[in-house]
């Protein structure tokens, strides 16, 4: 079965940094692509990263490139998303999700491939 956990959230001070993992079972990073997604309270959910390990794409969003980075172990069948620079506007449950087939070559606001979510991790950037 499908499966996909995160893990790594907390509180951290704005500046500060963060990993997260996202550990995938039941299937393995060359067939699937990994993506981070955010959600804060009021707020829609946005994209925030794309990992195809097999054909060696990442995709970010706007708002996190060059402070984000999303980086994959296809040995430990695991996606990390290294967040540096903090802001309180960070602040937001996290989710990685998995999608079969797909390359991330679309929009980061397309999120039909990804049928498999995990459960979510908090972030919380404050002072």
């Known amino acids: 079965q499908v499966q996909v956990v995160e893990s790594g959230g907390g509180l951290v001070q704005p500046g500060g940094s963060l990993r997260l993992s996202c550990a995938a079972s039941?299937?393995?990073?060359?067939?699937?692509?990994i993506g981070w997604f955010r959600q804060a309270p009021g707020k829609e959910r946005e994209g925030v990263a794309c990992?195809?390990?097999?054909?060696?794409?990442?995709k970010y969003a706007d708002s996190v490139k060059g402070r984000f980075t999303i980086s994959g172990d296809n040995a430990k069948n695991t996606v990390y998303l290294d967040m540096n620079s903090l802001k309180p506007e960070d602040t937001a449950v996290y989710y990685c999700?998995?999608?079969?087939?797909?390359?991330?070559?679309?929009?980061?606001?397309?999120?039909?491939?990804?049928?498999?979510w995990g459960q979510g991790t908090q972030v919380t950037v404050s002072s």
């Open positions: 039941g299937f393995t990073l060359d067939y699937y692509a």
């Open positions: 999700a998995a999608a079969w087939n797909y390359f991330c070559a679309g929009s980061l606001a397309y999120d039909l491939p990804f049928n498999d």
């Open positions: 990992l195809s390990t097999s054909v060696g794409r990442s």
